[in-house]
């Protein structure tokens, strides 16, 4: 399938509520939606416990529930074509093969199995780090309850930048979301004074000067987009703050938040440092984030070192 959103699916509520997402968002792209059901190799690798049939009897499993997943999905967008995909192996490697041709990637925050620890274990941190495409997370309620099959729409999307070169991915992607849903964009650009600044202050340039010139440096990162994405309404939220407190503030009137994989300063290293973690955490909508650019190659490089590890039994 080309031109297609690759979606994870588990089974569970959480990754219903990705499904659902996923199916918009293929719409907004006028793309085609692709359901990767994941089997972790544990239930096939005990021979001697295992019952006759068993092995099928999961593959049939597998089959019904993406067979599920497609109707929650064609239900949400009538006509959308949907390709299921099976397969058996580590929840990481398999998803990243199946996003290789993917435009987005989306992904539940919580789960069954291999998607238990998508925000807080290596599955989340792996797919972020070397998906070829955007990564989504779809938040799900903390108190079990079902989530909302419309939540609230708000007409905003929320980027975090940080006036370095690793943000353009992230204000890209995010100008260009604006541009589809036809919405208004949040630049949030934070910045909060290091524990160990006051130590050192002697020895330093006035802080006040410095978040001065890190503002002018994340507003003249902004013009370049703004001149080429004119009919994109821009609010400059320019904040001392800690980027975790900021974004998650502003995720409660958003309908996305994007955040690169990779930064500079107090956005460094989203998702794959406490920042990422944190915004996941307490983020209320939807979570974007937007590898930095790397060598062609990169991606195959990542898969085939888990073929490897998985080789070698780690």
Same mark, same amino acid.
């Given at each position: 399938?080309?031109?297609?959103v690759t979606?994870g699916?588990?089974?569970s509520?959480?990754s219903?509520?990705?499904?659902?997402?996923a199916a918009d968002?293929?719409?907004r792209?006028?793309?085609?939606?692709r359901?990767v059901?994941?089997s972790e190799?544990?239930?096939?690798?005990q021979?001697l416990?295992a019952p006759p049939?068993f092995?099928d009897?999961?593959?049939?499993a597998s089959?019904a529930?993406l067979?599920?997943?497609?109707?929650v999905?064609r239900e949400?967008?009538?006509?959308?074509?949907?390709e299921? #995909?099976?397969?058996?192996g $580590?929840v990481?490697? !398999?998803?990243l093969r199946q996003?290789?041709?993917?435009?987005?990637l /989306? &992904? =539940?925050?919580?789960?069954?199995?291999?998607f238990?620890?998508l925000?807080?274990?290596?599955?989340?941190?792996?797919v972020?780090?070397h998906a070829?495409c955007?990564?989504? #997370?779809v938040?799900?309620? $903390?108190?079990g309850t !079902?989530?909302?099959e419309?939540?609230e729409?708000?007409?905003?999307? /929320? &980027? =975090?930048?940080?006036?370095?070169p690793?943000s353009e991915?992230?204000l890209?992607?995010a100008f260009e979301e604006?541009v589809?849903?036809r919405?208004r964009?949040?630049?949030?650009y934070a910045?909060?004074?290091?524990?160990f600044?006051?130590?050192?202050?002697?020895?330093t340039p006035?802080?006040?000067?410095l978040y001065?010139?890190g503002?002018?440096a994340a507003r003249e990162?902004l013009l370049?987009?703004?001149?080429?994405?004119?009919?994109?309404e821009?609010q400059?939220?320019?904040?001392?703050?800690h980027?975790?407190?900021?974004?998650s503030l502003?995720?409660?009137?958003?309908?996305?938040?994007?955040?690169g994989s990779?930064?500079?300063?107090?956005?460094?290293?989203a998702?794959?440092g406490?920042?990422?973690?944190?915004?996941l955490?307490h983020?209320?909508?939807p979570?974007a984030?937007?590898?930095?650019c790397r060598?062609?190659?990169?991606d195959?490089?990542?898969l085939r070192?888990?073929?490897r590890?998985?080789?070698?039994?780690?």
């Open positions: 399938m080309s031109g297609h979606v699916v588990d089974g509520s959480a219903m509520a990705a499904v659902r997402w968002d293929a719409l792209r006028a793309a085609g939606l359901l059901h994941v190799p544990w239930a096939y690798i021979p416990a049939g092995e009897s999961l593959a049939e089959r529930l067979a599920r997943a497609a109707v999905a949400r967008v009538p006509g959308l074509e949907v299921p #995909v099976s397969r058996v $580590d990481r490697t !398999e998803l996003a290789c041709d993917a435009e987005t /989306v &992904v =539940g925050r919580r789960g069954h199995g291999g238990l620890q925000v807080l274990g290596s599955v989340s941190m792996g972020a780090g070829a955007p990564v989504i #997370v938040p799900h309620p $903390d108190d !079902e989530p909302e419309a939540p729409e708000y007409g905003e999307i /929320v &980027v =975090g930048q940080d006036g370095a690793e991915p992230a890209q992607y604006a589809r849903r919405c964009l949040r630049a949030v910045w909060q004074e290091s524990v600044l006051p130590m050192i202050a002697s020895y006035d802080l006040e000067r001065d010139l503002q002018r990162q370049p987009w703004e001149e080429k994405y004119p009919q994109v821009v400059e939220s320019m904040l001392q703050a980027p975790i407190e900021a974004l502003a995720s409660a009137t958003a309908d996305l938040v994007v955040v990779r930064g500079r300063g107090a956005l460094g290293s998702l794959l406490s920042v990422g973690h944190g915004v955490h983020a209320r909508c979570v984030v937007v590898r930095v060598a062609p190659g990169d195959a490089d990542a070192g888990d073929e590890k998985e080789g070698q039994g780690t």
